[in-house]
């Protein structure tokens, strides 16, 4: 029983520490002791002990001026590791680096985390008008075109429980209703591509399409975005084919035997 107890107690102060660990995000990259023990319910001096521990091996740093604490340099060694062995990430940048040098729109690809997706890799473009968007950033499925498209192609046993419990309204645009969700959900599977319209952030447009795996497995997205001003119908119509080949040359390169349009496909609000 005291091993088992022991083992108990190890699994939790783990869990904690990848907790801590994932609190910290851009917007928020430096907490306290205080600011951490409030946001997972621990104790202070439990958060103190755990991230002690982490600061001693390099997975946080103490900011001198604030005496708080952000991410360390371990993790980017290990981010290093990830990135050069996923050979989706190696084998998407060249072929998005070529896209955003056509289109110059920031493009990423993405991937399911859960009942998120998950910013894989991004390449910025050239515009003025930039978004506050990072690898690693994740976002709900529902309100972003990348969302979209993994979420068409999840079974649907994950798509009652997404739609039960994260539907959540974001802007005016947001759409919450399952019904309507389903029908927007159907469209994206036959036509192939999804777009939003302000959905999460009010004032952003954006277009994705799915990347395959060799077994026909959609495992990512492809998703340019850009300011409503910018993306107009016009400039929407021209993205939409270049993101849909782009996100077929990358799942060819996954073992995917895509086939290319010949001829450019009409836009929908899918």
Do not use: W
């Not at 907790?19 to 430096?30: A, D, G, M, Q």
């Not at 907490?31 to 521990?53: A, Y």
């Not at 190696?90 to 998120?116: F, R, W, Y």
Request: aromatic fraction near 6%; proline fraction near 4%; glycine fraction near 6%.
């Amino acid at each position: 029983m005291k091993s088992a107890d022991a083992d108990k107690r190890l699994l939790s102060s783990l869990q904690n520490a990848l907790n801590i660990l994932k609190s910290f995000t851009v917007e928020s990259p430096l907490k306290g002791i205080t600011d951490l023990s409030r946001e997972l319910g621990l104790g202070k001096s439990t958060v103190h002990r755990l991230v002690t521990t982490l600061a001693n091996e390099g997975f946080l740093v103490k900011d001198k001026e604030t005496q708080k604490y952000r991410l360390g340099y371990a993790l980017l060694s290990l981010s290093g590791v990830m990135t050069n062995t996923l050979d989706l990430y190696n084998e998407s940048l060249p072929i998005v680096q070529n896209l955003v040098d056509k289109v110059n729109e920031t493009a990423h690809v993405c991937i399911l985390d859960g009942p998120m997706v998950l910013y894989l890799l991004k390449v910025e473009c050239r515009q003025l008008v930039r978004f506050l968007t990072y690898a690693g950033r994740r976002n709900p499925l529902h309100a972003t075109s990348s969302g979209k498209v993994l979420l068409a192609h999840q079974d649907q046993v994950f798509i009652d429980d997404y739609m039960k419990h994260h539907l959540k309204k974001y802007t005016d645009y947001t759409i919450t209703d399952p019904v309507r969700l389903s029908e927007i959900l159907d469209a994206v599977r036959q036509r192939g591509y999804a777009v939003t319209r302000e959905e999460m952030v009010e004032g952003v447009h954006s277009i994705a399409a799915p990347i395959r795996d060799y077994t026909g497995k959609v495992i990512a997205a492809l998703t340019v975005v850009g300011p409503k001003q910018r993306f107009n119908p016009a400039r929407m119509e021209y993205l939409l084919p270049h993101v849909i080949e782009t996100a077929q040359e990358i799942s060819m390169q996954m073992g995917y035997p895509a086939q290319i349009p010949e001829t450019e496909m009409p836009l929908e609000h899918a």
